[in-house]
Every structure is written in C-alpha cells, then in structure tokens.
C-alpha cells in the first residue's frame, strides 16, 4: 500500500498514523509532505531486526524517532534509540510464528531494563495466546506497552492502536512511558497473511 493510502484511511478514522517500516525510514519523506496536505501528525517509527552475536533475537520498534537506524547488535541499536530519545518496544515478543521461529524474541530478560515498553497486541498474531503474554510480561515487569497493526495490506489498517489524551505529539508520548493510555486490538484477516506469503514469492 501507498503513504497517501494510509494518510487518507487514517484521516478518516481520526486515528494518527505510526510509521514503521521494516529496517527503513524512506516512508517519512513522503509522509513529511502528505502530514501538511492532509493536516495529519505522523509518528516517526521503524521495525529493526537486532541480533546478538550475529544470530537473529527479534524485532524492536522505534517510536517517536529523529533518524534512521540500521538492524544491528541488539544493545547497539538500542543506546541508538536512546540518543533520539525514542520510545523503545519490543514487537510481538512471544509470537513463535516469526523468525527467529518458535523461539520468540529471545533476550526478554536481557533487556528488559533496557527498553521502555512492549507490544501487547499486534493484529498479525495468528495466536491469542502471544498477545495474552505479552500483555503479562508487560504488566509482571512494570512496563509501559504499545499495540499496533503491523499492516502490511490495506485491509489491516484500524485494527489496532492506542488510545491517549492529548493534544501533542510530545504529550502522547510521555503519556505512553507513564502507561497513561488503553488500546484497541483486533486480530487481522487471514487473507492478509496468504497476501505476504505470495509477495515474497512474487505472485502478487
């Protein structure tokens, strides 16, 4: 799907849109200017993959960024995120059905001192029972949390998001560090699913 495609869904829907593309920040130069047409904020984000010794440990979000980061050592990237004063979550940390697979994110323990929050829903979980612990992680170890549709397809957009009073970019994100937010969470079609799975073997 398209920048302008998520800006005009979401200047529909009243929800302000966080972009996160995987391992990229391209899709901000165009938000840049779409944020102006459309009268929309967007929030600066990215997916990196982080490894530890050169062997695949998940994915973190970035949230509320200044700059690009490149996938990299886990620790790395995170002192990145922290120099842009970015929130750090940790995405879909116990869904097994994601590389590194069956293993989910695997430095939970190591770094959860380390980062701000984690993503207690997200739409692409086949497994409720992901979301479910990550959701008890989150409130086990006192820490923040976000939700997201991880949409790949138009048809997953506004099936998850958070909901927070405020009037600024910079006030939704205290708020989020001080867990002073809900969420919204539905599971995504199955058809968006199969959609990936033919991208990548590019039949669609």
């Not at 944020?35 to 982080?50: A, D, N, R, T």
């Not at 010794?53 to 949230?63: D, K, Q, T, Y």
Request: proline content about 3%.
């Amino acid at each position: 799907m398209s920048v302008d495609e998520i800006f005009c869904f979401y200047r529909k829907k009243g929800i302000v849109p966080a972009l996160t593309e995987h391992n990229s920040t391209r899709p901000w130069i165009e938000a840049i200017s779409l944020s102006k047409k459309y009268s929309v904020p967007f929030i600066k984000g990215e997916e990196i993959k982080v490894y530890n010794n050169g062997s695949l440990v998940g994915e973190l979000l970035g949230l509320f960024m200044t700059s690009h980061v490149n996938p990299g050592e886990i620790f790395e990237v995170i002192d990145k995120l922290k120099d842009q004063d970015a929130i750090i979550s940790v995405s879909h940390p116990f869904d097994l059905l994601r590389r590194p697979f069956f293993q989910g994110f695997r430095m939970l323990e190591e770094i959860k001192k380390e980062v701000h929050a984690i993503e207690v829903f997200n739409s692409r979980c086949l497994l409720g029972s992901a979301n479910e612990k990550a959701k008890a992680f989150a409130e086990r170890n006192k820490l923040a949390f976000t939700a997201g549709t991880d949409a790949h397809f138009k048809c997953e957009l506004g099936n998850a998001y958070l909901c927070v009073d405020a009037d600024t970019l910079e006030t939704a994100r205290k708020k989020i560090l001080k867990g002073q937010c809900t969420y919204f969470g539905r599971k995504g079609p199955l058809r968006a699913q199969i959609y990936t799975k033919l991208a990548k073997l590019h039949l669609m």
